[in-house]
């Protein structure tokens, strides 16, 4: 059965397939909206845009508007809970976390964050509102949110209510200490083996929790976005390193946990002086990373060569597979 994609671009949602190793575009739709983040799950597909979310039932054929509820229009990510069926998370900007229990179809709001919020007045550098939710990882009832400029939020029910984790000091901390995390998250990711194994790319470097965010560890110190880890091998993973805001972006491997690195950039002509990668989406035994600057790679995990794929699309903001 050949893997279907959706990929979130400034051009609309591009839906691609993978046949005899080669990846192909299939359809598009959506087109003219500028799509910031997809999720698919249990034949839905959600594409979140700066002005809402659609919605649709068939495979992205069609699209319906899915604004129910949704207090906030600018949507930054979008997660669907594994555990949970038809449970969907919507993150946004200014930041707020909403939740779905119907694959999508309506939305409400968690008020804890929106308290949260402006309780730590988080902020973006970039942008006037009061931070934003980038990120969402979940395993059985763990949940964790991941806020640029604010801080690591966890859920203990399966997404239903949220607080600032305990390595965490919930609002702008640039400087931490241990076992504080940086506040200037940009994503997460639990392992598939422990809800307590927790890592984190920050503007302040790479941290890893092994307590479920009650204490993290600086592993690396960089600007970051992206990491993946090995779900066969917690000590095994792949992280987006730059030296600031795209700036001398490259690709770099750890096997011992973070106490050494190196570099992973066969195929590519690293360090990029003005990009980085924004995200990593594994689909099987291939990784796939979006680059700041629209680019989406590819590399076989067996062997780290890395190459361009769907040179066509350009500006790709995000990835997902149906789950």
Same mark, same amino acid.
């Given at each position: 059965m050949d893997t279907v994609l959706y990929l979130a671009t400034n051009e609309g949602l591009a839906t691609v397939e993978r046949s005899a190793g080669e990846w192909r575009l299939r359809a598009r739709s959506l087109?003219?909206?500028? +799509?910031?983040? %997809?999720?698919?799950g249990g034949g839905f597909v959600l594409a979140g845009a700066r002005d809402g979310l659609h919605r649709s039932e068939d495979h992205g054929a069609t699209w319906q508007p899915a604004n129910g509820g949704l207090? +906030?229009?600018? +949507? @930054?990510?979008?997660?669907? &809970?594994?555990?949970g069926d038809g449970w969907a998370f919507a993150g946004t900007e200014p930041a707020g976390i909403f939740v779905s229990l119907d694959s999508g179809g309506s939305w409400r709001a968690c008020?804890?964050?929106?308290?949260? /919020?402006? /309780?730590? @007045?988080?902020s973006l550098p970039y942008s006037p509102e009061s931070g934003c939710v980038r990120g969402f990882a979940f395993h059985g009832q763990r949940g964790y949110a991941a806020v640029e400029d604010g801080c690591v939020l966890v859920s203990f029910d399966s997404g239903e209510s949220w607080e600032v984790a305990a390595g965490s000091r919930g609002g702008a901390d640039h400087y931490p200490q241990q076992p504080y995390i940086h506040s200037d998250v940009h994503s997460i990711a639990v392992h598939p083996d422990s809800s307590d194994l927790v890592a984190a790319p920050t503007g302040g470097g790479f941290f890893r929790s092994k307590d479920g965010g009650k204490s993290w560890e600086n592993l690396y110190r960089c600007y970051c976005r992206a990491v993946w880890i090995d779900s066969a091998d917690p000590d095994h993973l792949i992280l987006g390193p730059a030296d600031g805001v795209d700036r001398y972006g490259r690709i770099e491997e750890t096997l011992d946990g973070g106490h050494s690195w190196r570099i992973a950039s066969s195929g590519l002509d690293t360090?990029? /002086? &003005?990009?980085? %990668?924004? /995200?990593?989406?594994?689909?099987?035994?291939?990784?796939?990373? %979006?680059l700041s600057n629209g680019e989406l790679i590819s590399t076989r995990l067996g062997d780290l060569q890395w190459r361009r794929i769907l040179p066509e699309l350009g500006d790709v903001a995000a990835v997902a597979m149906e789950a």
């Open positions: 087109e003219g909206r500028s +799509i910031t983040c %997809v999720a698919a207090e +906030i229009p600018h +949507i @930054r990510w979008l997660a669907f &809970n594994p555990a008020p804890e964050v929106k308290q949260l /919020r402006e /309780r730590h @007045r988080w360090p990029w /002086r &003005n990009h980085m %990668v924004e /995200r990593f989406a594994q689909v099987g035994d291939e990784l796939l990373a %979006v």
